[in-house]
């Protein structure tokens, strides 16, 4: 019998800090703090701006749910009309003629899987779609998997970056960014609040955030990961300034059967969920970064992931590992703090 579903938010802002979803209005010219959520990308996005006026942080929440929305048109493959819906729809026939922004995040995309060694790969799609993980909930018979192998190679993936088009050239490809568009949205987002007069802010996509500035009071963000086994508890809180974060686990899509859980994040190599990793949440400069790269680590495992991420500068990780062990990065060892241990002002968590 295949069991227990689940679709759950692997980071979270922590709310007693950015307010409750409401507006705070100082009584003398201090900044106002404004949080707002919406649906977009399938997911809940919230937004909090800090900003002179409680108008002008609506204003840069607005302008930053419209910037989602707008890429969401050009990237989701759920929006036939989308541009990567085209480049599929399209694939082995012809070349497509996109945006910008789409050659931004498929150039992106290739470097992960470059960086990765291929464990990141947006052309997965197709194996994405056989395993069908929350829908179907289907173990698919091995030659099936096999049979798709060269429907999924990323030399197929065809990127002309100054023609700006994307030519898929085998019939049956299909590339999918669910393993990275939401951090360069949550980048996307954040340039544009910048430019709506926000003078700091978070954008969260789930389990994608990006933070810029500081809280008034001089705060930075704090955020807390999610613990991958203990639903609703935080596994450890890490404030972060000018930074995103993105966390990819086994528990955020997933149906076990018969004792084993067959989760949403493939290997590419096997075509199989990967086995290394409960959760992997990766911080960086940008979101698009923290979260290719939470996805390729993840397929990577502990060991291999972690020693990409001690390679690469501005990138850290917290990995926990399929015993639950967790593993954090050289230079973020000393930013975390533990559920129940003091903040640095001595208080509990
Ligand atoms: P994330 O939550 O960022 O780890 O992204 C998960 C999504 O990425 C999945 O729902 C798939 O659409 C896609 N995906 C699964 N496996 C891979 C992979 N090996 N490389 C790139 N994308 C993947
Ligand atoms: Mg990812």
């Known amino acids: 019998m295949f069991t ?3 679709s759950r938010t692997p980071v979270f802002l922590i709310a007693a800090v950015v307010g409750a979803g409401c507006t705070h209005l100082s009584p003398v010219a201090a900044p106002v703090v404004v949080k707002r959520a919406q649906l977009h990308m399938g997911t809940l ?4 701006a800090v900003a002179s006026t409680s108008d ?3 204003g ?7 910037e989602i929305k707008r890429l969401e048109q050009l990237l989701s493959t759920w929006i036939p009309e989308s541009e990567l819906s085209s480049v599929n729809a399209s694939a082995g026939k012809a070349p497509v003629h996109v945006s910008p922004e789409t050659v931004a995040v498929v150039r992106r995309s290739l470097q992960v899987a470059e960086m990765t060694g ?34 999924i190679s990323l030399g197929g993936v065809h990127l002309d970056e100054q023609a700006r088009t994307i ?46 500035g500081q809280l008034p009071g001089g705060k930075k963000f704090p955020v807390g990961i999610q613990h991958p086994r203990r639903e609703g508890e935080v596994l450890l809180f890490i404030d ?29 190599a096997t075509l199989q969920p990967a086995r290394g990793c409960q959760s992997v949440s990766v911080i960086a400069k940008d979101g698009v970064w923290a979260d290719g790269l939470d996805t390729g680590i993840f397929v990577m495992g502990p060991a291999r992931g972690m020693e990409l991420v001690e390679r690469l ?10 015993e639950g062990h967790v593993h954090i990065s050289s230079g973020l060892v000393h930013r975390v703090r533990f559920p129940n241990e003091p903040d640095e002002k001595g208080r509990p968590q």
């Open 4 to 6: 227990g579903v689940a």
């Open 56 to 58: 002008r942080a609506n």
């Open 45 to 48: 996005v919230s937004i909090t």
């Open 167 to 212: 030519y898929l050239e085998r019939a049956g490809m299909r590339i999918d960014v669910g393993g990275i568009g939401k951090g360069y949205a949550a980048d996307q987002a954040v340039a544009t609040m910048e430019k709506a007069g926000a003078i700091a802010g978070v954008v969260a996509l789930s389990g994608d955030i990006k933070a810029f």
């Open 118 to 151: 291929g464990a990141f790969n947006i052309a997965i799609g197709p194996a994405v779609d056989a395993w069908n993980v929350i829908e179907a909930q289907r173990i698919p018979p091995n030659d099936e998997l096999e049979a798709l192998k060269a429907r």
């Open 240 to 268: 972060l300034q000018d930074e995103a974060i993105s966390t990819a686990g086994d528990y955020e899509r997933y149906f076990d059967h018969e004792g084993v859980r067959y989760h949403h994040i493939l290997d590419p």
């Open 60 to 66: 840069a929440i607005n302008a930053g749910f419209a």
């Open 313 to 322: 500068d501005d990138v850290e990780a917290v990995i926990v590992d399929h």
